[in-house]
């Protein structure tokens, strides 16, 4: 039986999506370093899947998407996915804090995904306090925000773009659900929907931290009242407070991280490109073979994260032609990996949290992004953080080898590429004290804490 008292008990639920569990996992962990109670609540599907281990503070529970044999893959469409999930979902999200209410320690807390903007009213329902998520930059959300809520008119016709609190933008550094109409109209109404409620909140949350954008924290704190907590990534490559904190722990994906780590230690400092386009991304085959040759053609060292269902895409015999030049796996320990010294660069589709990891280990980047905030990111990347260059895409909306080459030499040896190493220095720097006692982040934290929690 249960009888320790704990400060509160937050219930956290993720949308169910890699890059989406893992930050309010680590999350979670660090409430738990405040003395509260966390459960993180993921669908069944994925719970069966990650088969996570529930420690005395950090628990892990289920509610129901209505797909629990195959999860998304076993819904019709995108459409069809978010409706059930809110029908199945909100019935099993209120059955699980039901569960809770009358032990040593019920439910005071929900923080939710935006992508899941019911859970709120869930919360609302039984009068606990409601806590939005936000997994995405601060910029790329005040877009979304500006959208929503009509002030920033759709189709643009006019460029350049002029946002309070954000950098000048072209068409191409938008979202692209924004710079190319009509694309996936369904994850578009998500996103905005995002803000739907998001007023009724009594709390916001975006995995940032308050030095690395301050202008967009700034004009969207005027909105809401937002509170920066990031970075969200294990305690072990930051400030070292959390005990065993080394790894996020909860993965859909077998890693290769023995056969890494060694290749990697025969390797110079610096000296190797690592690619990865996140968990989601598919690339064309032609996207494959330019990436392919414009690797051979740098004659630097690789390490290539080619997912089990890309592999056909690699072309003939490429792997046995690299020999040890360069080494392909279905997948890795991203952390590792980039906080070996023997790598020089990232290649990323610069979704946000490989695009944050990299900020907080001091690794610069070559942008090469595929949709959604991805392009704005890489914005972000080249002419804001100034910590890589993003890559030229040609009117077939390939990448070319040449191109890809080229910035990747810009990276490694170029005139730049000292000071992007030296910028990205400064961003581990300030991501560290951010997130260490009395940093930015750790007191935004404190403050939610004091919220829910009569201290």
């Not at 072209?170 to 190319?180: G, K």
């Not at 009509?182 to 409620?197: K, T």
């Not at 969207?220 to 959390?242: A, E, H, N, W």
Request: proline share 5%; aromatic share 10%; hydrophobic share 40%.
């Amino acid at each position: 039986m249960e009888n320790k008292a704990y400060r509160g008990h937050v219930l956290a639920l993720p949308y169910p999506g890699q890059g989406h569990i893992n930050p309010l996992l680590q999350f979670s962990k660090r409430l738990v370093s405040k003395g509260l109670k966390a459960t993180l609540a993921t669908t069944i599907y994925i719970h069966n899947t990650m088969q996570p281990q529930s420690s005395s503070s950090l628990q892990f529970d289920t509610i129901s998407d209505g797909y629990d044999e195959g999860g998304f893959a076993q819904a019709e469409s995108i459409h069809a996915y978010l409706n059930r999930m809110e029908t199945i979902g909100s019935k099993t999200l209120a059955d699980l804090i039901i569960k809770n209410k009358n032990t040593a320690n019920p439910i005071d807390c929900i923080i939710y995904d935006p992508f899941l903007p019911w859970a709120l009213e869930v919360a609302k329902k039984f009068g606990i306090f409601g806590a939005a998520f936000f997994t995405q930059t601060c910029a790329v959300n005040f877009i979304y925000y500006n959208v929503h809520h009509g002030l920033l008119k759709l189709p643009i016709t006019s460029t350049p773009i002029s946002i309070p609190g954000l950098p000048v933008l072209e068409l191409e550094d938008m979202p692209s659900f924004i710079s190319v109409p009509g694309s996936y109209p369904a994850y578009f109404e998500m996103v905005l929907n995002q803000f739907s409620s998001s007023d009724k909140a009594d709390a916001v949350l975006v995995n940032t931290f308050y030095e690395l954008e301050p202008e967009a924290v700034d004009s969207m704190s005027k909105v809401c009242q937002l509170l920066p907590i990031g970075p969200t990534i294990p305690s072990f490559y930051l400030d070292k407070r959390l005990e065993n904190d080394n790894d996020y722990g909860l993965n859909l994906f077998v890693s290769d991280s023995f056969i890494c780590n060694n290749w990697l230690n025969t390797k110079p400092e610096g000296s190797v490109i690592y690619l990865s386009f996140g968990s989601l991304a598919s690339l064309s085959n032609k996207q494959m073979e330019e990436l392919a040759f414009a690797l051979k053609g740098s004659k630097f060292h690789f390490l290539w994260v080619v997912k089990a269902s890309e592999e056909a895409k690699l072309p003939e015999k490429f792997v046995e032609e690299i020999g040890n030049a360069g080494l392909v796996v279905q997948w890795c320990s991203q952390l590792e990996v980039l906080s070996n010294k023997a790598i020089g660069c990232f290649l990323t589709h610069c979704g946000w949290n490989s695009t944050l990891e990299a900020l907080s280990l001091g690794v610069p980047m070559v942008g090469v992004p595929q949709w959604t905030d991805q392009t704005t990111t890489a914005k972000y990347v080249q002419d804001v953080w100034k910590v890589g260059v993003r890559a030229k895409v040609c009117e077939n909306g390939i990448v070319e080898r040449e191109e890809i080459e080229f910035c990747i030499k810009e990276v490694m040896e170029g005139k730049r590429g000292k000071d992007f190493k030296k910028n990205v220095k400064k961003w581990r720097e300030l991501a560290i004290k951010a997130i260490s006692e009395g940093g930015s982040s750790d007191k935004n934290i404190d403050e939610f804490v004091s919220k829910f929690v009569n201290s």
